[in-house]
Each structure stands twice: as C-alpha cells, then as structure tokens.
Nanobody
Framework: QVHLVESGGGLVQAGGSLRLSCAASGRTFSSYAMGWFRQAPGKEREVVAAITRSGADTDTADSVKGRFTISRDNAKHTVYLLMNSLKPEDTPVYYC????????????????????WGQGTQVTVSS
C-alpha cells in the first residue's frame, strides 16, 4: 500500500515554470514505477510522463516533450515533474500515480496499469 500526496500546483503565466512534487508513504517506494497524468474537465485522463523504479528511464508525452521533465529521489520517496515553457493548454489537474512493477525497465504509460493515485493538484496557466 502506498499513499501519494501531490503539491506544487498553482497559477502561473504562460511561458513560466512550475515544479510538482509527489510524496509517497511506505517503505517500498523503489518498487514502484511512477507516473504523472493530467485531466481536464470532460476529458479523459492522459499520461504526461512516467519513470522506472530506479529513475534510469523515462517517457514523456509528445505534447510536453522538451518542456516537462520527470525525475525521482528514492531516498526522499518523492517524484517530481518540472514544467517549463507552460502553455494555457497545460492547465488541468495533475495526478501522480504508482505502479508496483517487478521488472525494473517497465515504464507504464496507461491509466489502467497504475495501482495507486494521489488526490491531484491544480495547475492554471494564464495567457
């Protein structure tokens, strides 16, 4: 069992930056691949970025590639999403998620692969 709490959301102007954090409880954080998702009202939840258990490999959605970076600190039980060059379309609620995986190279990319979710943090980008 793992409990996830996101933080770092807020209001920012277009072109600005934010760093989201997701703190995980429990002693087995390094057993989980982690992901960031976002969901706008009336739309499906979509993957933004994901990272393997060790942090050696990552995957980023095409819509944010080159602007967003996912990273993790297993000693601090925390995963981060650094968001640069923000656009108004980056506005929705952001969620972190954890997927308990056996294989260290797995980078889960779909909602159904993840076992645990945080409560979400709102990001608002003004134009």
């Amino acid at each position: 069992q793992v409990h996830l709490v996101e933080s770092g959301g807020g209001l920012v102007q277009a072109g600005g930056s934010l760093r989201l954090s997701c703190a995980a409880s429990g002693r087995t954080f390094s057993s989980y691949a982690m992901g960031w998702f976002r969901q706008a009202p009336g739309k499906e939840r979509e993957v933004v970025a994901a990272i393997t258990r060790s942090g050696a490999d990552t995957d980023t959605a095409d819509s944010v590639k080159g602007r967003f970076t996912i990273s993790r600190d297993n000693a601090k039980h925390t995963v981060y999403l650094l968001m640069n060059s923000l656009k108004p379309e980056d506005t929705p609620v952001y969620y972190c998620a954890a997927d308990r995986v056996v294989m260290p190279w797995v980078v889960p990319r779909t909602v159904t692969e993840y076992d645990y979710w945080g409560q979400g943090t709102q990001v608002t980008v003004s134009s």
